[in-house]
C-alpha cells in the first residue's frame, strides 16, 4: 500500500475514534477534508530535482505576501530585511545536514561548528551589514557522547569571538540518524547602504574577493583519501603541501574585511551576492533578479596556484572548479565604473567582467575568445 495512502487511512481511524467525543461531526468532517491532502491522487507528480533549491523556494512562496509595514523584503535575497527603526534588521537562516553538507569522517567537529557560523555570517556581509547575534539549534542521536557536543560548541563559540557575534539561543533535540546544525543569525545595515542582488546596471564592473575553487578541489582531495582509507585503513592520508584547499573546505571565513573596505572607500556597491553554491550559479541569480546579463572572463578568474596544481592532479579544470564548484563564501558584487580607480590596486579584489543589457543575455569568454551561454552547473541542494 502506498504510504501517503496508509497514512490517510491512519489519520482517518484516529479522527473518528479520538475525535468524536471532542468535537462535533461538522467539526470531524471538516478535519477529515483538510487532511485528505495525504492521499495520492496525482500519479505523475513533480520530483524536486526538477525545480532545484530555488525553483522550490519560488513555487512555495509565491502565495505569501508580506503584511507587515515593517517586512521591507522577505524571500528572495541572502537575507530578510526588517524595518526596525533607525536601521535594518537582517535575517538569515542557515541548515546543515549529515551527509548532505558534511562528512564526519574528515570534518572535524570544531571545523564543523566554525564553518555552520560562518555560512551564515556570509549572507549578512552580503547584504553590506554586520551580523550581531546567532541562535544555534541542534539535533544529535545518541552517539554523539557529551565531549562531541563540546567540541562543536567551541568550533561555534570561536566563530563568534572571530566576527564579534553573540550566540542567544536555540534549541536542542534528538535524531534518529546523524547530526542536524541549523543556525540562524541576526545583522543590521544603514538604510542608505543595503545592498540586494537586484540593483546591476549595465555597464557595472563585476569583482570578486578572494579565489574561486579551492574549496571544492579540497572536497575532492578529503573524498579522494576517504576512499583509499575504506579500501585499505592501514594508509596514510596524502595531504602533505595541501593545507591551503583544505582550509578553505573544512574551515571557510566570512568576508568581513571586504564590508569594512567598502566603509572606507565610500563604495556602496549596485548589487551583491555570497558565493556559496558557486560563481556562475550566483552570477545568474544575481543577473536574473536585476534583468540584465553579463561577460566574464575565463583569463580573468582568480584561482590560487595550489588549486590550479590540484585540479591537474584531478585531471579536471581549475576554471570549470573556479565557475561551478562552490563553497568559497566570498563575495561577488557590482560597482559603478567610477569605483575603478578606488579597488584596481587592491589584491584581493578582481574585476572579472562587466553588466551588459540582458538582450545579451549571460556570457562566458574563453581564453580562446569563444562566447559561451553561462550555466549553472553548481550545488543543488535537492538533486
Known amino acids: 500500500m502506498?504510504?501517503?495512502?496508509?497514512?490517510?487511512?491512519?489519520?482517518?481511524?484516529?479522527?473518528?475514534?479520538?475525535?468524536?467525543?471532542?468535537?462535533?461531526?461538522?467539526?470531524?468532517?471538516?478535519?477529515?477534508?483538510?487532511?485528505?491532502?495525504?492521499?495520492?491522487?496525482?500519479?505523475?507528480?513533480?520530483?524536486?530535482?526538477?525545480?532545484?533549491?530555488?525553483?522550490?523556494?519560488?513555487?512555495?512562496?509565491?502565495?505569501?505576501?508580506?503584511?507587515?509595514?515593517?517586512?521591507?523584503?522577505?524571500?528572495?535575497?541572502?537575507?530578510?530585511?526588517?524595518?526596525?527603526?533607525?536601521?535594518?534588521q537582517l535575517l538569515t537562516t542557515d541548515m546543515l545536514i549529515e551527509g548532505v553538507h558534511f562528512d564526519l569522517t574528515y570534518t572535524p567537529l570544531k571545523h564543523l561548528g566554525y564553518k555552520s557560523v560562518v555560512v551564515n555570517l556570509s549572507d549578512i556581509y552580503a547584504m553590506n551589514g554586520l551580523p550581531k547575534q546567532i541562535t544555534v539549534s541542534i539535533a544529535l542521536s545518541n552517539r554523539f557522547p557529551l565531549e562531541a557536543v563540546e567540541e562543536l560548541y567551541e568550533g561555534i563559540r570561536l566563530a563568534c569571538v572571530a566576527y564579534n557575534v553573540d550566540l542567544v539561543g536555540g534549541d536542542t533535540t534528538s535524531s534518529t540518524s546523524g547530526l542536524c546544525l541549523s543556525i540562524t543569525a541576526?545583522?543590521?545595515?544603514?538604510?542608505?547602504?543595503?545592498?540586494?542582488?537586484?540593483?546591476?546596471?549595465?555597464?557595472?564592473?563585476?569583482?570578486?574577493?578572494?579565489?574561486?575553487?579551492?574549496?571544492?578541489?579540497?572536497?575532492?582531495?578529503?573524498?579522494?583519501?576517504?576512499?583509499?582509507?575504506?579500501?585499505?585503513?592501514?594508509?596514510?592520508?596524502?595531504?602533505?603541501?595541501?593545507?591551503?584547499?583544505?582550509?578553505?573546505?573544512?574551515?571557510?571565513?566570512?568576508?568581513?574585511?571586504?564590508?569594512?573596505?567598502?566603509?572606507?572607500?565610500?563604495?556602496?556597491?549596485?548589487?551583491?551576492?555570497?558565493?556559496?553554491?558557486?560563481?556562475?550559479?550566483?552570477?545568474?541569480?544575481?543577473?536574473?533578479?536585476?534583468?540584465?546579463?553579463c561577460a566574464i572572463y575565463e583569463e580573468k578568474l582568480p584561482i590560487d596556484f595550489m588549486a590550479i596544481s590540484i585540479a591537474e592532479e584531478f585531471n579536471i579544470s581549475a576554471a570549470t572548479c573556479a565557475l561551478n564548484g562552490g563553497e568559497d563564501y566570498e563575495l561577488l558584487f557590482t560597482i559603478s565604473q567610477a569605483h575603478y580607480d578606488a579597488i584596481k590596486d587592491d589584491p584581493d579584489l578582481t574585476i572579472i567582467g562587466h553588466i551588459t543589457d540582458v538582450s545579451h543575455g549571460s556570457e562566458l569568454v574563453t581564453k580562446d575568445e569563444n562566447h559561451q551561454p553561462l550555466t549553472a552547473q553548481g550545488w543543488n541542494a535537492l538533486s
Not at 487511512?9 to 484516529?14: A, S, V
Not at 570578486?208 to 579551492?214: A, E, I, P, R, T
Request: glycine letters at 8%.
Open 186 to 293: 541576526v545583522g543590521e545595515v544603514s538604510k542608505d547602504k543595503i545592498v540586494y542582488r537586484n540593483g546591476a546596471k549595465e555597464y557595472d564592473l563585476i569583482v570578486v574577493s578572494g579565489d574561486l575553487g579551492s574549496a571544492y578541489l579540497g572536497l575532492q582531495l578529503l573524498n579522494r583519501e576517504k576512499q583509499v582509507f575504506e579500501s585499505n585503513p592501514q594508509m596514510q592520508p596524502d595531504l602533505q603541501n595541501k593545507d591551503y584547499v583544505l582550509q578553505r573546505q573544512l574551515r571557510p571565513e566570512a568576508r568581513k574585511d571586504i564590508i569594512d573596505l567598502f566603509e572606507s572607500k565610500g563604495i556602496v556597491p549596485n548589487s551583491m551576492i555570497d558565493i556559496s553554491d558557486g560563481l556562475s550559479s550566483e552570477l545568474l541569480h544575481l543577473c536574473s533578479n536585476s534583468k540584465v546579463g
Open 2 to 88: 502506498n504510504l501517503l495512502k496508509l497514512g490517510y487511512k491512519i489519520t482517518k481511524l484516529y479522527a473518528f475514534n479520538h475525535l468524536f467525543l471532542k468535537h462535533s461531526l461538522c467539526n470531524i468532517s471538516s478535519y477529515i477534508c483538510s487532511m485528505s491532502f495525504l492521499e495520492d491522487k496525482t500519479p505523475n507528480r513533480i520530483p524536486l530535482s526538477k525545480l532545484g533549491e530555488f525553483g522550490l523556494i519560488q513555487h512555495i512562496s509565491k502565495n505569501f505576501e508580506l503584511k507587515n509595514d515593517t517586512s521591507v523584503f522577505g524571500i528572495g535575497d541572502d537575507c530578510a530585511v526588517i524595518d526596525v527603526g533607525h536601521h535594518f
